[in-house]
């Protein structure tokens, strides 16, 4: 069964009087990568927040499969939806292994003793990630973009049904943020729903079936497949600068660029 | 590796053990155990069972409110320095212990004048008293170093160690005002001691430690998501506010119980969850329950000292402090600084 979440006209302020999101409407479907993109504070990282029911919509409501999110446990709820924030400041350092064996909670009982079983699937989302050497390294000991990739096994290993992913290769090198997309790309085809916060617009409109463009003033300012939400007045728009749109060279999906203030070429 | 960790935890429960024989054994004078059995099996009335009356009525008494008290504080070390993501929070550094003692003299003198009786809000004055006072302390010193998304550990600490002189510098006062011949008892109970008579102490450590510690040890797997990530924990199910809350409440209750039946003592919630760390990894699974034992025997262990170190009794806040107070300026030296930019 494939399954939906669904923001409807959603709104929220953490401070009264201050919108970071007004009347947001989104869908994340099983099978379908999902790209939100936008400037800085436009307020991504708060959508996946709300997505995941982390904060509660103060208008507005999120939906999983039809019934209201709040309607679910934490534990039931962390079963069906995976969430991968920008950035984690562990307080005290943890082997690789232990950080993925921690996605396993939603499924332990009060004590939170593992199964074989839990092992099992925390190996194979090293293998999945790529992380597998490094198994045993000391969590604090990696390198920015070998830290997302074990984070990123460590949410896979909630065996979720859909991923809520904020910024998951802001530290990746080429090589291996195209990986982190190829994996997100096979997840989708074996039915995960993803929504996939990223600021590299190329890769977003390479994978994403639909794209969702957040502007400063904190609505959506655009939705559709990536041909549609990729043109220069409405980037323009949203970023407030000159944006520029060709064509990838051989993926033929819109190849975006900023034009530099007062660089005129 | 983990077989290795295995025989230490193993060997460490032993030696528990052996602690807590040696307690029932040593003291003013030590006890034969075969004389104190034989003596049960002839059934001699307690009076003419000098052996064993000794040992019911004081030494097991005695043994048991040291494990408690042990147990407690390193478990309440555990949890707040879990829930503050910070190694150096304990009862004392955050003034918890200095307060709730503020707390049980403060009832003390007020019973003295007859303005409150031996109960207050259903609760017994002193205990109740301490854990008002605990609380509103933790409160206040979460409170002051809270901002909207994250909480300063620095800001925290000193809050704590600001508020514990201030509780100190109160119990100055109560001192200061008490009646004279509640001072001798006062300054006793100031160097913390678990030399208990009878069970009545030991029922109500027990009545205030036990629930309270079941209630963390369930916590132990939501201590493991929230140390890694508060957000990822929320995302995984961990109701953060609630967790909070919880070990708040169930971590001043803890400490005010215990501080108010044997007094202030020092640094255990500090060394024995940091020397426990080393065998265990941070993990809390396993670190709390370790915790609890190792405590209540190094406690145990205190106590034994306190008996034997010199004539008469040694105050056993007076050995915990100096077997902490170096441990601790010896962690001060040898982590790296970075450790603590959380
Ligand atoms: N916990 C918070 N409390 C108060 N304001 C917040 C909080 N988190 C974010 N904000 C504000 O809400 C706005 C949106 O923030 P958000 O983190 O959602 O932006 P974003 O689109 O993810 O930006 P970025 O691309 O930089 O990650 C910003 O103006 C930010 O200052
Ligand atoms: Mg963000």
């Known amino acids: 069964m494939s399954h939906t979440l669904e923001a409807n006209a959603i709104s929220y302020a953490y401070e009264a009087g201050s919108d970071v999101l007004r009347a947001v409407n989104l869908s994340v479907h099983g099978g379908k990568i999902t790209g939100l993109v936008g400037p800085n504070g436009s307020g991504k990282s708060t959508l996946l927040r709300l997505l995941c029911g982390l904060l509660r919509p103060q208008q507005g409501s999120v939906m999983l499969d039809g019934r209201p999110l709040a ?85 896979l290993a909630q065996e979720p049904r859909l991923l809520l992913l904020d910024e998951p290769t802001s530290a990746l090198d080429i090589h291996h943020e195209a990986e982190v997309f190829e994996l997100l790309r096979r997840l989708a085809h074996q039915g995960y729903g993803i929504a ?15 794209l969702i463009l957040l502007s400063q003033d904190h609505t959506v300012l655009a939705s559709g497949s990536p041909g549609q939400v990729l043109t220069e007045d409405k980037l323009s728009a949203a970023y407030g600068a000159v944006i520029r749109v060709g064509t990838h060279p051989f993926a033929g999906t819109p190849l975006v660029a900023a034009q530099p203030m007062g660089g005129a070429q | 590796m983990t077989r290795i960790r295995y025989s230490v935890i193993a060997a460490i429960l032993m030696l528990s053990l052996l602690i807590v024989v040696a307690s029932l054994v040593f003291g003013t004078e030590s006890l034969s155990m075969l004389q104190a059995w034989r003596e049960w099996r002839a059934q001699t009335p307690l009076y003419e069972a000098p052996t064993l009356s000794i040992l019911l009525t004081q030494r097991i008494p005695r043994t048991l409110a040291a494990l408690l008290t042990g147990a407690g504080l390193a478990l309440a070390g555990c949890s707040f320095q879990a829930l503050l993501r910070n190694p150096l929070a304990t009862p004392y550094t955050l003034g918890v212990a200095s307060s709730g003692a503020l707390g049980a003299w403060l009832a003390f003198i007020l019973m003295d004048a007859g303005w409150i009786g031996g109960y207050f809000l259903g609760a017994p004055s002193v205990q109740c008293f301490a854990f008002l006072f605990a609380g509103a302390d933790t409160l206040l010193v979460y409170l002051l170093a809270s901002r909207k998304t994250r909480t300063s550990p620095s800001v925290l600490l ?31 109970w100031l160097m913390g001691g678990v030399d208990v008579l009878g069970y009545k102490p030991v029922i109500t450590l027990l009545a205030g430690v036990a629930p309270c510690a079941v209630l963390l040890l369930a916590q132990a797997a939501k201590f493991d998501q929230f140390g890694f990530s ?40 500090l060394i024995i969850p940091h020397s426990v760390r080393v065998i265990t990894g941070p993990r809390h699974t396993l670190l709390m329950p370790l915790s609890v034992v190792v405590g209540g025997a190094f406690l145990c262990a205190c106590d034994i000292a306190a008996r034997k170190l010199l004539p008469g009794e040694t105050p056993i806040g007076i050995i915990t402090t100096l077997i902490g107070g170096p441990f601790f300026l010896f962690l001060l030296m040898r982590r790296k600084f970075t450790d603590w930019e959380m």
């Open chain 2, 158 to 188: 000193l809050a704590g160690v600001t508020m514990g002189m201030l509780a100190n510098s109160g119990i100055m006062l109560t001192r200061y005002l008490a009646a004279p011949e509640r001072l001798m008892m006062m300054d006793r």
């Open chain 1, 196 to 210: 996939v916060v990223t600021h590299d617009l190329n890769l977003a409109a390479q994978y994403c079936g639909a």
């Open chain 2, 230 to 269: 508060a957000e990822v924990a929320a995302g995984r199910g961990v109701h953060v506010g609630r967790l909070q809350v919880l070990t708040f409440l169930t971590g001043s209750l803890m400490t005010a119980v215990i501080v108010s039946e044997v007094g202030p003592i020092g640094f255990v919630g």
């Open chain 1, 71 to 155: 309607a679910f446990s934490g534990k039931e709820r962390a079963r069906m939806i995976a969430f991968l924030p920008q950035s984690v400041n562990p307080a005290f350092s943890l082997s690789v292994f232990e950080v993925v064996c921690l996605g396993r909670y939603p499924y332990t009982g009060v004590l939170g003793a593992l199964r074989g079983q839990d092992l099992e699937v925390a190996r194979r989302c090293l293998r999945d990630t790529g992380t597998e050497e490094l198994h045993s390294r000391d969590f604090m000991s990696l390198s920015g973009g070998e830290r997302q990739r074990v984070l990123l096994a460590s949410i």
